[in-house]
C-alpha cells in the first residue's frame, strides 16, 4: 500500500485564535501529516463579534484564510476554520453554532471541507448598568469558564472590551462603558472567539474529526483524498396512496468532488410509511 498523500506533510492552520490544539489531533492520528499554526491576522476577512462585517459566505471564507497561510509560508496545503453562532436557520429561538473547516490542497488542485452544526454552545447576552445584579446572567453565560465582551449600549459594535475572564475587569469594563455609552447602559456578551469560548473549541474539535476523516479517504476511482458522504438520494412512494415525496431519504451517498465518482449506499427505506406522507396524513 502506498502513503496517503497528507503523511508526513506540513500543512499550515491559519488561526488566530489557539485552534491548533483543537485541530491537530485529528489530524495527527487520521492522516500522520505534520500540521502546525501559523498566527495572521484575519480580522480584513471579518470578525466574530461583528466590528467587521462577514462578506463571502463561511466556506469561501475559510478558504481564504487558509490561503493567507499559505501564501505566507509558500507552502501548498492550507487548513482554516469560519464559525458563526446565530439563530439556527431552521429551528426558532434556538442558538446554533455551526463550524466550517477546509483543507486547500493546491498540489492536487482540491479543497476538503467539513461543515458541523451544534446547539451546544453557550451564548448569553445582557443590558445592564453598574451596580445591577447580574449574577443570574453569569451562570447563564457560565462566565468565568466563557469569556465576555462589554461595549457601549449603541447599535454600532463599537469600543468593545473583549476576552473577559474575572469580575474586576468585568465590572470595571461596565463601568467605562456605561460612560461613553448614550443611554448609560452596558452591553454584555459571550466572548465567543474559539480561545474564549470551551463549548465552541468542542464543535471545532467535532468538524477537525470530521475532515481529518474525509480527508484520510480516497477516491477509489481517482485516488484523490477526500472520499466521503457527500448527501442523500431522496424521492420515496408512499405504501399506501403511491404518491411520491421527492424529500424523502432513499439511501445516502457517497461521492468524490474532483471526478464526480458516485457510490450509493445501504437502501434506508424503499416505501414512504403512510404516517409520514404529505397527502395520507397531511
Ligand atoms: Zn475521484
Ligand atoms: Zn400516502
Request: aromatic share 4%.
Amino acid at each position: 500500500m502506498t502513503a496517503h498523500p497528507y503523511a508526513g506533510k506540513r500543512i499550515v492552520l491559519t488561526s488566530k485564535h489557539e485552534k491548533l490544539k483543537l485541530i491537530k489531533p485529528a489530524f495527527d492520528q487520521y492522516l500522520g501529516c505534520d500540521l502546525f499554526e501559523e498566527n495572521l491576522d484575519t480580522d480584513q476577512l471579518g470578525t466574530f463579534s461583528g466590528e467587521i462585517e462577514r462578506t463571502a459566505p463561511p466556506r469561501e471564507t475559510a478558504i481564504l484564510k487558509a490561503r493567507l497561510g499559505m501564501n505566507s509560508t509558500g507552502l501548498k496545503i492550507g487548513v482554516a476554520s469560519e464559525g458563526s453562532v446565530s439563530p439556527d436557520p431552521v429551528i426558532p429561538f434556538v442558538n446554533s453554532n455551526i463550524e466550517h473547516l477546509v483543507l486547500v490542497d493546491d498540489e492536487n488542485q482540491i479543497v476538503i471541507s467539513e461543515v458541523y452544526r451544534s446547539f451546544d454552545i453557550t451564548v448569553a447576552t445582557i443590558t445592564t448598568s453598574p451596580g445591577k445584579d447580574i449574577s443570574e446572567f453569569l451562570q447563564t453565560a457560565d462566565f468565568p469558564n466563557h469569556g465576555l465582551i462589554v461595549r457601549p449600549n449603541a447599535e454600532k459594535k463599537n469600543d468593545c472590551v473583549k476576552g473577559i475572564r474575572d469580575l474586576d475587569s468585568l465590572n470595571n469594563a461596565i463601568a467605562a462603558s456605561s460612560r461613553i455609552s448614550a443611554n448609560g447602559l452596558a452591553v454584555i456578551e459571550s466572548d465567543l472567539r474559539a480561545h474564549f469560548s470551551p463549548s465552541r473549541q468542542k464543535n471545532i474539535a467535532i468538524v477537525a474529526k470530521q475532515l481529518a476523516v474525509r480527508a484520510s479517504r480516497l477516491c477509489p476511482s481517482c485516488q484523490m483524498p477526500g472520499w466521503g458522504r457527500s448527501g442523500y438520494e431522496k424521492g420515496l412512494k408512499c405504501s399506501t396512496c403511491k404518491l411520491e415525496n421527492p424529500d424523502a431519504i432513499r439511501q445516502a451517498k457517497t461521492s468524490c468532488d474532483n471526478c464526480n465518482h458516485i457510490l450509493l449506499g445501504q437502501v434506508l427505506a424503499k416505501e414512504l410509511d403512510p404516517a409520514n406522507c404529505q397527502f395520507c396524513n397531511p
